[in-house]
């Protein structure tokens, strides 16, 4: 940076989570001054959450790879982009050969929904790659809500989400959208929204083993014990028919044959659920009678209750409670967005159990495997044994169930190329790292989560910087692989690639702006700095249905089989609990997004978050100190951890905080290593999964727990 360089302002939309928050950078050259909240943004409002700063963190941080690598004998060796792209496509070759197409694996993480040249390009790769066996972080988060909306809705996109604008009565169940800024929610300022709920007579109630930051803002808090949650929303839906609290709607008239729920849900009664929760039979029929006479009320689940071992019946019953009380489709209720891009119309609706996984025939979801399977793959030898593999922007190491398993599976392989910047306990395992641009020295537009905010808008976010020289966008990787790796191509699939690569995805972007429902196109979109305003959500049904007949398609006997399996683990549940001393749940923090955060020192900074929390009388009853050091041990493993002691717990539960673990050998984040903590997925068991769905359940583990060191007297 020199004096004469002019101070330039830069406005983008933060991409680091669901939020969409819209952010104001100041710069000199490539030197970034500030980052702060953007007050015309149109969707936030000037709001941004502490990682808004690791933008700058990302694009400076010294650990983030910036060329090819390729591991030798002798260490990791900096590559030629030419060299790198050759030996990856000769390597995946080369065992696709040898073995078969589908002995490479391909696993998808997060970071690719939050990424406008990820989203709409990464196809090309996947066609290329040519294998069967797909693995993404939806089968260990959100597959439910994909799933319910797929079978009610006809497609995979059609999810509603809380109108949390104009609600009168919220309830969250297995979220703390204080944290996460709003998931399967996309949502600026949760906390001033919930705090405007109260404003105006509204109530918002928390049901959650723990009180997150979120409860501590509520109205009222529940403790529930984990995994439990279908029994309480069986016991409600119950409650609902059998005191004629069904209110009709336009919404119900969609969904034919709904009085036959009432049959399914007849056993289960408050007093089952509050024997099985914890919470008071008074209580829950308290909880329900205000929702059902509130004058718009909206249930919202999610994370905790998506990864347990009934999370798909559990989602399913609460979309069901929405439909069966008037809140579905309705202000203030649970609503579908109309965005400007609509995947609904751009992709497939999804499709569920084509196929079956090799060793233990778990089914896929819209072609992708349940990646709790992704050790045993590699692991069993046979036809069909995953032999190399390729990560696009995922840790599976760190956020897959018994990481311990998988990290070892991923040493025995014979070929792994990684798409990522950071060389980290996934990518230490690759032959071959293809290191994509920082997020700001991208274009940027929220395909995946303007489907889901809670107030339609649209926003499009120039590129900060040129590409630097000897750089790569995602997509460019993808091109340049594929075009290594496929054989001979028809004449139109070439232009198309030839046109992606010489334009990118905005072309695809401004072809679907168009498409969309509003008089846009892409150019319209960038002159617009803070955004467009779109306006409320508003109700779409049964338009908006993609099923032929435009209704509401149940599915009753596909959810309500799974009752035979909850039976089963009811009775079971007596030896379950003599078999450990707490059931373990996960947290996130608003400062941390699952494991690739922790290298920003603005954020780790402070006392340490990776702690095991436990509530005082558990602690007291296992002679456990605040601060003591805990061996904490599941089926899979063990891992040492400081005891921090709250009553913030439930009682008989436990918390380790998501994306820790960082200090294996041979990673390269300093500030990770030096905050290194433990993987709460080397406690997870890749056997506990929702059966329905093939979902893994990392909440509700049963682990022992033993106080091995006494803190130190000072």
Not at 7 to 20: I, S
Request: glycine share 8%; aromatic share 6%.
């Amino acid at each position: 940076m020199t004096d004469s360089q002019p101070t330039q302002t830069h406005y983008r939309t933060c991409n680091l989570c669901e939020a969409m928050c819209g952010v104001k950078i100041e710069h000199q050259g490539t030197t970034i001054l500030s980052i702060k909240g953007d007050e015309n943004d149109l969707f936030s409002q000037g709001h941004i959450c502490p990682k808004a700063v690791a933008l700058q963190d990302l694009y400076e941080d010294p650990d983030r790879i910036k060329t090819p690598m390729e591991r030798t004998a002798d260490g990791w060796k900096e590559i030629s982009w030419e060299a790198a792209l050759d030996k990856a496509a000769a390597g995946i070759k080369k065992v696709q050969n040898q073995y078969g197409n589908n002995a490479l694996g391909l696993y998808l993480g997060n970071p690719n929904v939050h990424n406008l040249g990820g989203s709409l390009m990464i196809r090309h790769i996947i066609k290329a790659l040519n294998t069967r066996t797909r693995f993404s972080a939806t089968s260990v988060d959100q597959l439910p809500h994909h799933m319910i909306a797929m079978h009610l809705f006809g497609h995979q996109h059609r999810i509603p989400v809380p109108d949390i604008n104009r609600t009168q009565h919220m309830v969250i169940m297995g979220a703390n959208p204080l944290a996460s800024n709003g998931s399967i929610m996309t949502v600026a300022n949760v906390r001033q929204k919930i705090k405007d709920i109260k404003k105006r007579g509204g109530k918002v109630v928390v049901i959650d083993p723990r009180k997150s930051e979120t409860a501590d803002l509520a109205s009222e808090h529940h403790f529930i014990k984990p995994s439990s949650d279908v029994v309480l929303l069986l016991a409600m839906v119950n409650y609902i028919f059998s005191h004629n609290l069904v209110k009709p709607s336009a919404a119900l008239a969609l969904a034919k044959g709904y009085e036959a729920i009432a049959d399914y849900v007849k056993e289960y009664s408050l007093e089952l659920a509050s024997s099985q929760t914890g919470i008071a039979q008074r209580d829950i029929e308290t909880l329900i009678v205000e929702f059902c006479q509130a004058e718009n009320a909206v249930f919202y689940g999610r994370m905790g209750v998506s990864v347990q071992e009934f999370g798909l019946l559990s989602q399913y019953l609460i979309m069901l409670i929405n439909l069966l009380t008037g809140s579905l489709d309705e202000e203030g209720g649970m609503m579908f967005p109309t965005p400007a891009v609509e995947l609904v119309a751009s992709g497939g609706p999804g499709y569920f159990n084509k196929r079956q996984t090799r060793v233990r025939g778990l089914p896929d979801y819209n072609g992708e495997f349940p990646s709790v399977t992704m050790s045993e793959e590699i692991l069993t030898q046979g036809e069909g044994q995953m032999k190399a593999m390729v990560t696009i922007a995922g840790n599976p190491v760190l956020s897959t169930p018994n990481g311990q398993k998988l990290d070892e599976a991923l040493d025995s392989l014979d070929f792994m190329v990684c798409i990522d910047y950071y060389l980290n306990e996934t990518t230490r395992h690759a032959n071959i790292i293809l290191p994509p641009v920082s997020p700001i020295e991208r274009d940027h537009y929220d395909t995946t989560f303007h489907t889901l905010a809670v107030h339609n808008t649209a926003k499009f976010s120039p590129a900060m910087f040129e590409l630097p020289e000897n750089a790569k966008h995602d997509w460019q990787i993808y091109l340049e692989l594929a075009k290594r790796l496929q054989g001979e191509v028809s004449e139109k699939e070439q232009a198309i690639q030839t046109m992606a690569m010489e334009q990118g995805p905005n072309v695809l972007l401004d072809a679907m702006l168009k498409a969309g429902p509003y008089d846009l196109d892409l150019a319209k979109v960038k002159a617009a700095t803070h955004g467009i305003d779109l306006g409320p959500l508003e109700s779409r049904l049964p338009d908006g249905i993609t099923h032929d007949d435009k209704t509401i398609h149940l599915n009753l006997e596909f959810y309500f089989a799974d009752l035979n399996r909850l039976q089963a683990s009811l009775a079971d549940q007596t030896k379950q609990q003599t078999n450990s001393d707490a059931l373990l749940i996960g947290r996130r923090h608003v400062r941390s997004n699952n494991s690739w955060m922790h290298n920003s020192q603005r954020l780790v900074k402070g006392k340490s978050r990776c702690t095991l929390l436990i509530h005082p009388d558990q602690a007291a009853q296992l002679n456990i100190a605040d601060g003591q050091s805990v061996k904490v041990t599941s089926r899979v493993g063990s891992v040492v951890i400081e005891a921090q002691i709250s009553e913030e717990i439930m009682p008989g539960v436990v918390s380790i905080p998501h994306g820790y673990g960082h200090g294996r050998k041979g990673i390269k984040q300093g500030v990770a290593e030096a905050n290194a903590g433990v993987s709460v997925n080397d406690l997870t068991d890749e056997n506990m999964i929702d059966g329905l769905s093939g979902n893994a359940a990392v909440n509700g583990v049963p682990v022992s727990l033993l106080p091995v060191a006494q803190k130190a007297v000072s």
